[in-house]
């Protein structure tokens, strides 16, 4: 369980996570969305236990988690993680040693899916097969909250898809927390249960993705008519072309009006809608 | 306790370079032969202990982190790798001087053991009061380089190099470091020699078991 209240972290005068309040109760794997610089590694990072906030409170498992928890219990991995120079069989080795709940045979059995090669050394691999290393450490320790930060940069679509099935495999394997923050928005629908958005520092979003297909939705028409349509839901968002306007809704859909053209959102326009933001221009 | 172990083995593995670096220093150290006075090359055993914190907090640190250690482990390993450090280096100086430093016939081989009175006490109490004092180094050594990354790191730093700036040419305060190192280091006391390099590493390790807890990575 991961709980966060009004946790806050400043760097001198700027902040950028800024009150965040999340309660994550169930185990599940859940996606992290938010735009470069939205806070979401500096949220990932104190989770960890890797940096301090500057205030609130993060619990996992009501262990209270700063700088100073010896034992998180909790795994995070970047894709720039430093790792010894090694060959690939002997890290994931000593990973095993350091890691009590180590899964042996889980590292093995991806290493071999992914078809890396045990004998090679860390820093000798490509950007893709260092990260997908770090993500099988991160993975097998079974620890019981599991961060993973942009955990597919630098992986080609097969590995990709190869990646989202190794991480439903080992959610299926051991149910636990799975963190994912990712910018690859379509890909990984099928694989988490929850997502959460998060814009300058604040939580937008945190439901199902169910809630999203189900609220999530477009009214385009007459401005009058859609306006009219929308007076009482909750508008995330507006287009206008001419005459024509497109409301971007996250609310109970209305009966469809011969007038009105009604579209349901696809998760990457929702995000946008979200983050209100559009070619770097806000609305 | 396997992953404390775990983190031993992986640091020791990791500190190749002080191991070779110390044992080419050993190996090819010489005194001019005019010189009355030769110095042990036992005394350059000493370098595995001043090499190894750095090894142990700048390069084995994070990596143990992104595979996983916990920081209690990462610590625990670390002291337990200077305690077999520090006995390991002093059983390779008390060797080279009992059995390596007598070959010498023509100068006087001046050992760091005999010169802090150490041997005194026999080889084998030297050999236990050259180790609880390279423990003692090796923990004051990964105390103060664990705090470099923050500002009370360099305020230590600006406060030893001011204390050896002002303690040295004032002769009262001189005799206050003169007196602190006759107590750490050049004792033949080998009781009080041991207690206070004891009690003082066991001040330094829970120092260092603060300024680990305010790391970050």
């Not at chain 2, 920081?71 to 059995?99: E, M, P, Q, R, W």
């Not at chain 2, 020699?193 to 300024?211: D, E, K, P, Q």
């Amino acid at each position: 369980m991961i709980e966060l209240s009004g946790v806050t972290k400043q760097y001198r005068q700027t902040a950028v996570l800024k009150d965040v309040s999340l309660t994550i109760s169930e185990p599940g794997i859940y996606c992290l969305l938010g735009r470069n610089g939205a806070g979401k590694t500096t949220l990932l990072k104190s989770i960890a236990g890797y940096q301090n906030i500057s205030y609130g409170e993060i619990r996992v498992n009501n262990q209270l988690i700063t700088t100073a928890t010896l034992d998180t219990g909790v795994s995070y991995i970047e894709n720039f993680a430093k790792h010894f120079h090694l060959p690939v069989k002997k890290l994931l080795h000593i990973a095993g040693e350091v890691n009590p709940n180590y899964d042996f045979a889980f590292a093995t059995e991806m290493m071999e899916r992914f078809e890396l090669d045990g004998k090679k050394k860390f820093h000798h691999l490509s950007l893709g097969m260092k990260t997908m290393v770090s993500t099988i450490i991160c993975l097998a320790s079974n620890k019981n909250v599991i961060l993973l930060d942009e955990p597919v940069l630098g992986f080609d679509a097969i590995m990709r898809v190869e990646f989202y099935n190794m991480l439903s495999e080992s959610f299926q394997k051991h149910p636990r927390i799975i963190l994912v923050s990712t910018h690859i928005i379509e890909e990984i629908t099928k694989t988490i249960q929850k997502l959460i958005i998060l814009d300058k520092g604040r939580i937008r979003f945190f439901d199902t993705l169910q809630a999203v297909e189900k609220q999530a939705y477009s009214i385009s028409g007459l401005k009058s008519d859609v306006e009219a349509a929308t007076k009482n839901l909750n508008v995330i968002g507006q287009d206008s072309v001419g005459g024509l306007v497109t409301s971007y809704i996250f609310d109970t859909p209305p009966k469809q009006i011969a007038s009105l053209e009604i579209h349901p959102l696809t998760l990457q326009d929702f995000f946008i809608q979200m983050v209100g933001h559009r070619g770097g221009i806000r609305k | 306790m396997n992953a404390t172990f775990a983190v031993v083995k992986r640091e020791l593995a990791s500190n190749k370079m002080s191991f070779i670096l110390t044992v080419l220093v050993v190996l090819c150290a010489t005194t001019s032969g005019d010189s009355a006075i030769a110095l042990s090359n036992g005394n350059y055993t000493w370098l595995l202990a001043a090499m190894s914190p750095f090894f142990f907090v700048f390069y084995v640190y994070p990596k143990l982190m992104y595979l996983g250690t916990s920081k209690k482990d990462f610590y625990a390993g670390s002291l337990v790798c200077y305690g077999f450090l520090a006995l390991l280096v002093s059983l390779a100086n008390t060797t080279i001087h009992l059995i390596f430093d007598p070959l010498n016939h023509t100068q006087t081989v001046m050992n760091l053991m005999d010169l802090c009175g150490w041997m005194e006490n026999g080889a084998f109490i030297a050999f236990l009061q050259q180790g609880i004092f390279l423990f003692l180094t090796m923990t004051f050594l990964h105390v103060l380089l664990s705090m470099q990354s923050h500002w009370y790191g360099w305020l230590t730093d600006g406060i030893l190099v001011a204390m050896i700036c002002i303690f040295t040419p004032i002769a009262s305060l001189r005799q206050l470091l003169v007196g602190f190192f006759q107590i750490i280091m050049l004792n033949s006391n080998a009781f009080l020699h041991i207690g206070v390099c004891a009690l003082l590493s066991t001040g330094l390790s829970i120092i260092g078991l603060v300024v680990l807890k305010r790391k970050t990575l």
